[in-house]
């Protein structure tokens, strides 16, 4: 959430900042602003609303400098406004500071600053961290003092950039505990929220870690730990190419990365499945020995990764016979959970920076738990902070709505219980061959239902002005149908709930009337004659069906009003053919009202705050 980006170098800072900042919209985009060095002085440009406002406003004013800091906001403390947007100031405007997460003890710092006479402008939390640097320097500190002290005073989890009109060349960072990355070129330094600002111009990348900071310029890097002591700088070779963050001919990131879903699974399965049919977890690190101990399992995870997780709890149930439970991670770290020592934690999560589970994670080590994390971004603070993590391979997701993380996440969960399997000797021969030759025939079978995403993108015309809209599914499918709500609501904001198919007489068939659409997963399997018992009484009470079938169908489609036909698959691998066409509706429908699928009101990519 927020994204900012700083540099220094020789290039013109304005055009560099406003490239990351485009790279970094989709973390927040409530208002947009900059902050540079121009001959010695400090400029700033901020505007309220999305990047676009910002460069009109630097095409009427703008910045000349090598040396500056920027910022994308979703708001946390105040309204989205021109006021509130960053970089923030202190009153004489020497210093310029953008900053991600929460300061969470702002309004007692806010206070106490105010009573000793600083006036602030913005209701933002940030704007006391401008206001106590320029109150420590003012009493004769150095830079690095008044960080220092900065670092005791301020609570919560962050990360900062800065640049100050006394030390014209150099831009400073500071995280605990919000990711920030620098880049090196040549004879530049870069600074950003993510890795997708600094594809395009970095050769080499260093993760700050928590509790770590510094400065850079042109010339040089240089970090200290919250102490003061030196630190080494990292350095790794930025491995990420431009294609991974380009749209590639897609108008939006989302249907692009619904398309790359085939293959990402050839990827996986290439990675995953040895040619022997044994499993491949190599990087995982954590030993058959410890997994062999383990008695219960507890996924937690949020949004989209926790119905990936509530599928993953069937797999591990089935395969490996161990009490397997899901949590949501905002839940799980503030219950107090029973948990012993020989239950494994899973954290699953696509950025692998998401506050709630990493404090989820936190809670369990502190409960002496194993952490086994399957992330999308392997160098998160998530992947850092568990004992073992699986990398989902997803390639980087950009979308807010989270669409190919989702089934990779899903395809791993799924190896992973087999190979767990093997450990525990509970799953037969004859299934595990049966499994991996149909996980093989997965991507040809993921582009013939993409093949037919037109027939999608015709019925999205018919739910324009649809109000509500209700998913079933039963079993495997119940969390696709928790995840087809999930995608609806959230890119074009229609209300829609998902439900199990069992539960939905027991109250929530009250909502059906001919208005309400009704999205049925009935593929042929054990339970296919409970869902065509949901279908009847739907249409009972007026609703319209759209139903989610395998090809073929006979029955479910003569009762439907639309129908989708997947590629018949073993019941275990439906969830994954089920959800693309509940993407592609969700996709097509935010299209059809016109809602920007990549940019989702209130939403923003990455929930860096609790
Ligand atoms: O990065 P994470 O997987 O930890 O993110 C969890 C949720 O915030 C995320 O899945 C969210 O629900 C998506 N917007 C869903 O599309």
């Keep these: 959430m927020c994204g900012i980006v700083g540099y220094a170098g020789n290039k013109s800072v304005e055009s560099v900042l406003m490239v990351g900042l485009a790279c970094l919209e989709y973390r927040g985009y409530d208002s947009a602003g900059i902050a540079v060095i121009d001959h010695d002085e400090l400029e700033i440009r901020k505007e309220k609303g999305k990047i676009k406002a910002l460069e009109a406003l630097l095409r009427e004013k703008p910045v000349r400098g090598n040396v500056g800091v920027g910022h994308t906001r979703w708001a946390t403390h105040g309204e989205p406004s021109q006021i509130n947007a960053h970089p923030h100031t202190n009153e004489k405007q020497t210093i310029a500071i953008v900053h991600n997460g929460i300061i969470e003890n702002y309004m007692q710092l806010k206070m106490k600053l105010q009573s000793l006479g600083y006036i602030f402008l913005s209701n933002t939390d940030t704007e006391v961290i401008s206001h106590l640097l320029s109150m420590e320097l003012s009493a004769k500190k150095t830079v690095k003092e008044a960080f220092l002290s900065l670092f ?5 989890k962050w990360a900062i950039a800065a640049v100050f009109e006394r030390e014209p060349d150099k831009v400073y960072f500071a995280q605990d505990g919000a990711p920030l990355l620098i880049g090196k070129g040549k004879r530049e330094y870069f600074l950003a929220s993510d890795l997708s600002a600094l594809v395009r111009n970095s050769t080499e990348v260093c993760y700050i870690k928590p509790k770590q900071w510094g400065y850079f310029s042109k010339e040089e890097l240089v ?13 790794k070779k930025q491995e990420a190419k431009w294609e991974d963050v380009d749209k590639g001919g897609f108008p939006h990131y989302m249907i692009k990365e619904i398309y790359e879903q085939a293959g990402i699974f050839r990827k996986i399965i290439d990675r995953r499945i040895k040619e022997n049919g044994e499993l491949d977890f190599s990087e995982m690190g954590l030993s058959k020995e410890i997994l062999s101990k383990v008695n219960r399992i507890v996924i937690q995870a949020a949004g989209t990764s926790l119905h990936s997780g509530m599928i993953g709890k069937h797999y591990l149930e089935q395969f ?9 991670s905002s839940e799980f770290r503030y219950r107090n959970p029973v948990v012993e020592g020989d239950t494994l934690i899973i954290a699953i999560s696509q950025s692998g920076e998401t506050a709630d589970t990493l404090a989820s994670i936190h ?10 994390s399957m992330v999308n971004n392997v160098n998160s603070t998530i992947a850092r902070e568990s004992d073992a993590f699986i990398d989902t391979c997803a390639g980087m997701e950009i979308g807010v709505a989270s669409t190919k993380a989702f089934t990779a996440q899903v395809l791993h969960l799924l190896l992973f219980a087999m190979y767990f399997s093997t450990i525990k000797w509970m799953m037969s021969d004859e299934l595990r061959k049966e499994l991996i030759d149909e996980i093989k025939q997965l991507p040809t079978k993921i582009e013939y239902i993409l093949n037919k995403a037109p027939e999608i993108e015709k019925w999205a015309q018919d739910f324009i002005n649809t109000k509500d809209f209700v998913f079933l599914g039963r079993t495997y499918n119940h969390p696709i149908a928790l995840e087809g709500a999930l995608k609806l609501k959230e890119i074009s904001y229609i209300h829609a709930s998902g439900y199990a198919g069992g539960e939905f007489k027991h109250g929530p068939i009250a909502l059906i009337t001919s208005e309400v659409p009704v999205v049925c997963i009935a593929n042929k399997s054990e339970i296919y004659p409970k869902m065509i018992s949901n279908i009847q009484e739907i249409k009972a009470r007026s609703g319209k069906i759209i139903s989610i079938v395998t090809e073929g169908d006979v029955e479910a489609k003569s009762l439907s ?3 989708f036909e997947v590629p018949a698959c073993h019941e275990f691998l439906s969830p994954i053919l089920n959800v693309i066409p509940l993407q592609l509706l969700s996709y097509y429908v935010a299209i059809a009202r016109g809602c920007t699928p990549d940019q989702p009101r209130n939403l923003a990519k990455s929930v860096t705050v609790e």
């Design 152 to 156: 005791k005073t301020i609570q919560g």
């Design 223 to 235: 970090l200290f730990d919250f102490d003061g002591n030196d630190v080494v700088p990292e350095m």
């Design 320 to 328: 490996t016979k161990i009490q397997t439970d899901t949590e949501m």
């Design 363 to 372: 809670e369990a080590k502190a409960k002496f738990l194993k952490v086994l």
């Design 561 to 563: 009003d639309y129908c």
